[in-house]
């Protein structure tokens, strides 16, 4: 299958810094890629769909001031927790769908614990 | 708009079957994932279905009824390793591209 893989795996930082994770499709190109959060014992939360050469799509009730995305290319996607604060500690996991399907194949998530 | 119902919750016992449902509603059928969730980490692909009937993988099988909006995913032999969350989803449409996920079913293998 696909693979896609994130960077970092895991972050630890104080409160009012800002993080930036990375979303990478290794072995295909996504034009869409998507950005989830994750509470513990909670479900997936879709956050916004990052979309390679235009504006990322917000989910309703995300700050896109303080999430920032950027598709920079067909195999890259950032996303920044601008100001992080503790309640922005969670699961950060992203997804690209690959296939005539759209298969969603998930990154590893990145773990954000803001102190 | 898409609504997805599955289980919150199932408990079955090392060596047996267990079978997940899932219903569904889309404005657009464009077929169904079942994705695996252990505790802490990112989903990841089971099965797709897109045709009416069972489709079978190993230990994991999935049948799909569209007629039904109806879906199952069937473990058989159970292990403790099957412990974790188990997700319907179906792709976006209606002119979204976004996928819907249920909230997951949370499996509990037990000896």
């Known amino acids: 299958g696909a693979v896609v893989s994130q960077h970092p795996s895991w972050v630890i930082c104080k409160s009012g810094t800002s993080v930036k994770i990375e979303c990478r499709s290794l072995d295909f190109q996504a034009t869409t890629m998507f950005w989830y959060r994750q509470f513990p014992k909670q479900s997936l939360m879709l956050m916004a769909t990052s979309n390679e050469g235009s504006k990322a799509t917000y989910e309703q009730g995300v700050e896109k001031d303080k999430f920032l995305i950027n598709h920079a290319s067909l195999t890259l996607s950032t996303l920044t927790v601008t100001s992080a604060h503790p309640e922005d500690s969670s699961f950060y996991i992203c997804?690209?769908?690959?296939?005539?399907?759209?298969?969603?194949?998930f990154g590893p998530g990145t773990r954000l614990l803001v102190l | 708009g898409q609504n997805i119902d599955q289980p919150t919750e199932m408990t079955a016992t090392e060596g047996a079957i267990v079978q997940i449902n899932c219903t569904y509603q889309?404005?657009?059928?464009?077929?169904l994932f079942w994705y695996q969730q252990h505790a802490g980490e990112a989903p990841t692909f089971l099965s797709y279905n897109v045709l009416d009937g069972l489709e079978e993988k190993g230990r994991f099988s999935s049948f799909l009824s569209r007629s039904k909006g109806y879906s199952y995913l069937l473990l058989k032999e159970l292990q403790m390793k099957d412990s974790a969350s188990y997700l319907c989803?179906?792709?976006?449409?209606?002119?979204?591209?976004?996928?819907?996920f249920g909230r997951g079913t949370s499996l509990i293998v037990h000896p």
């Open positions: 997804s690209a769908p690959q296939g005539v399907q759209e298969t969603q194949y």
């Open positions: 889309t404005s657009g059928f464009n077929g």
């Open positions: 989803a179906v792709p976006g449409s209606g002119g979204s591209y976004i996928p819907t």
